[in-house]
């Protein structure tokens, strides 16, 4: 009798769970892969998700050491040069001057990376390796 209970109870959890997927299953938009509604029960895909989403305070932290790195080996910063055009997937490290001056609007002083739209965020650093903007 004792068996008998928790086998019914683990076939009742089994078409519940069953059915609770072909729920969501159902309910998915026509043209949405079913794949999609995989990755909503389990979570799997969150992990990509996150290597994708880069930390701010990350890439800042980054920057400010390659920025100093090159200080030491005696990198000239007064025309505001691109540190790195892949600091981060995504990101570019710039040393520009606070406030602007019109060197720092020269493509030749700015990472091709950013301009050309293969990276979408920046670190800008002044030449004292101090962070003046993330983007």
């Given at each position: 009798?004792?068996?008998?209970?928790?086998?019914?109870?683990?076939?009742?959890?089994?078409?519940?769970?069953a059915?609770?997927?072909?729920?969501?299953i159902?309910?998915?938009?026509?043209g949405?892969?079913?794949?999609?509604?995989?990755?909503?029960i389990?979570?799997?895909?969150?992990?990509?998700?996150?290597?994708?989403?880069?930390?701010?305070s990350?890439?800042?932290?980054?920057?400010?050491?390659?920025?100093?790195?090159?200080?030491?080996?005696?990198?000239?910063?007064?025309?505001?040069?691109?540190?790195?055009?892949?600091?981060?997937?995504?990101?570019?490290?710039?040393?520009?001057?606070?406030?602007?001056?019109?060197?720092?609007?020269?493509?030749?002083?700015?990472?091709?990376?950013f301009?050309?739209?293969?990276?979408?965020?920046?670190?800008?650093?002044?030449?004292?390796?101090?962070?003046?903007?993330?983007?």
């Amino acid at each position: 009798m004792k068996y008998t209970i928790i086998i019914l109870l683990i076939i009742f959890m089994i078409f519940a769970s069953a059915w609770y997927v072909f729920k969501k299953i159902s309910k998915t938009p026509t043209g949405e892969k079913i794949g999609q509604t995989v990755e909503d029960i389990t979570g799997i895909g969150l992990i990509e998700k996150k290597k994708t989403q880069i930390d701010p305070s990350l890439a800042k932290i980054k920057a400010t050491e390659l920025c100093r790195a090159k200080k030491i080996e005696g990198i000239n910063f007064s025309q505001g040069p691109c540190l790195s055009n892949d600091l981060m997937p995504d990101w570019v490290a710039d040393i520009a001057h606070n406030p602007r001056q019109p060197i720092d609007n020269e493509p030749e002083n700015q990472c091709s990376a950013f301009r050309e739209g293969k990276a979408h965020h920046f670190v800008e650093l002044n030449e004292n390796c101090e962070v003046i903007k993330v983007y």
